[in-house]
């Protein structure tokens, strides 16, 4: 086993960005084996569960009120719909369902019925997540005690590039939602986005404020962005493929036992790019058609993909006659 650190400097994680990839993917393949299976990859499924109309102004984000995405708004969705949605990630082979909500943070009454999903949810026999924006601390402790087991809430990017895609809320308001998280007994799912126009020493702020938490997230989900047209990033240039994959395993080495999930924009990825990534370390996947508002790869090419690398994906109930997430709502 590497040792747990969570002194790493900026300078350090330069330095692994900077290694000959080779050498780079060896060492955090390296890492990954002494901490994980590497042949198993952990699957997810996301729900988007109240849509658009968010009143933050986070640039890559189709749901912002501030941009015209063309996306329809949606009220939250019923119980029964979101059981129904678990139910199918569920028999699709799927071991935990995330559900998002496009809030700055929940009033009480949409903390009631958050509680009320995690509940029908947790009855599945799936995990759970839910990422819903900011939280206090008495709003992660009713989390905590319905039984939810992972908040996701994001750093995004380094602090010094984050007012450049977020001035609704701080970098400090984000830190204080995850101790709050922290602090209630929850595990902590925390990443960021990648190929937003930032530096290299933007992803290796961010790596470095996330490794350096006084507990790593046990989830950290790396997010290609996904350039929607109408949002301020649409025309962002696109991030070299071997530059997400240098990203992947500086932070499976700086974390080295966290889970690392290539989370969105996957769809656009080659196979080849993926199996590295998974070399690299990566070993947790959202499965299923679609993310929170836009696509994600189909779960039957999912399947082929991890099946062609000799991966342990979803173990499939049943032969799903329809995909997961695409059932009405
Ligand atoms: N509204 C809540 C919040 O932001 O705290 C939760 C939902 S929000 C959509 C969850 C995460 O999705 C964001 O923090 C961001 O990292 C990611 N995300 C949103 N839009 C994205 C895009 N276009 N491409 C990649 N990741 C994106
Ligand atoms: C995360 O880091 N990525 C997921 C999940 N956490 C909630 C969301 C990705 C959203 C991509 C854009 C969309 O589909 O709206
Ligand atoms: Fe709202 Fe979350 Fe999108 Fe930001 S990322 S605009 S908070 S839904």
């Known amino acids: 086993m590497t040792a747990i650190r969570h002194d790493w400097t900026r300078e ?9 990839l080779l050498e780079l993917v060896f060492r955090a393949a390296q890492t990954h084996r002494a901490h994980f299976d590497p042949h198993a990859v952990q699957v997810s499924t996301l729900l988007s569960i109240k ?3 968010c009143p933050e102004d986070c640039a890559y984000c189709p749901q912002s009120a501030h941009f015209r995405t063309g996306l329809a708004a949606e009220r939250l969705l019923p119980l029964d719909t979101v059981r129904e949605h678990a139910a199918r990630a569920k028999a699709a082979g799927a071991t935990r369902f995330c559900m998002g909500a496009a809030w700055r943070s929940p009033r009480d009454k949409d903390l009631d019925a958050v509680v009320a999903m995690v509940e029908a949810v947790r009855e ?3 995990e759970t997540c839910v990422t819903a924006g900011m939280l206090r601390a008495d709003q992660a402790q009713r989390l905590k005690d319905c039984g939810l087991d992972y908040y996701n809430h994001n750093l995004d990017t380094s602090p010094e590039y984050y007012g450049e895609i977020i001035r609704t809320r701080s970098y400090a308001d984000r830190l204080d939602t995850l101790a709050a998280v922290r602090d209630a007994g929850l595990k902590v799912c925390c990443g960021g986005i990648v190929g937003m126009a930032e530096a290299r020493s933007d992803r290796v702020g961010l790596l470095h404020a996330l490794a350096t938490l006084p507990r790593h997230p046990e989830s950290v989900p790396v997010n290609l962005l ?4 109408g949002t301020p990033l649409a025309d962002a240039p696109a991030l070299e493929p071997f530059e997400f994959l240098r990203t992947i395993a500086v932070a499976r080495i700086a974390m080295p036992a966290s889970v690392v999930r290539l989370s969105a924009g996957r769809e656009g990825m080659s196979e080849e790019l993926q199996a590295l990534c998974f070399l690299a370390g990566a070993n947790s996947i959202f499965y299923g058609e679609k993310l929170l508002t836009t696509g994600n790869p189909q779960a039957q090419a999912d399947r082929a993909l991890l099946a062609k690398l000799g991966l342990v ?3 499939v109930a049943e032969e799903p006659e329809i995909e997961p997430g695409c059932c009405a709502s």
């Open 12 to 20: 350090e994680l330069a330095s692994l960005f900077d290694l000959p």
């Open 51 to 53: 849509t658009g109309a």
């Open 124 to 126: 599945l026999g799936l």
């Open 226 to 229: 996904v350039r929607v047209p």
């Open 313 to 315: 994906g979803p173990a």
